[in-house]
């Protein structure tokens, strides 16, 4: 068993993330993972990322506040807000941005595969 205290988690940073603390519970530098890691993200208001796409799934849960998702494949670009347990996956290739554009932070949950 692997226990990360959430005061404890590791904080990392990402290229293209502004206005987010960003925290590892699980995998990488938080500890051993097989398959995925998660990581947990605050996202201040007017916070968020830019849109990128990578060649892995991810999947999205909000756990308070609201968070808007664009993700664009091809020419398809689908816009949607997602609130409290509301959850989203963003396939690969898909590109995606995060934006906060409430006046309060959003707290998001991540889980990725290790491949990434």
């Given at each position: 068993?692997?226990?990360?205290?959430?005061?404890?988690?590791?904080?990392?940073?990402?290229p293209g993330h502004q206005g987010m603390v960003m925290r590892r519970l699980q995998g990488k530098e938080a500890g051993p993972s097989q398959s995925a890691w998660i990581g947990?993200?605050?996202i201040e208001p007017g916070g968020g990322t830019t849109s990128s796409a990578s060649d892995v799934e991810k999947f999205y849960v909000v756990l308070s506040g609201e968070l808007?998702?664009?993700?664009?494949?091809?020419?398809?670009?689908?816009?949607?807000?997602?609130?409290?347990l509301d959850s989203c996956r963003i396939?690969?290739?898909?590109?995606?941005?995060?934006?906060n554009q409430t006046s309060s932070p959003v707290t998001v949950l991540l889980v990725m595969p290790n491949k990434a």
């Open positions: 068993m692997n226990i990360v205290e959430h005061n404890k988690a590791p904080l990392y940073d990402a947990l993200s605050v808007t998702v664009v993700a664009r494949r091809g020419s398809l670009i689908q816009e949607v807000k997602l609130r409290p396939e690969p290739e898909e590109a995606r941005q995060l934006i």
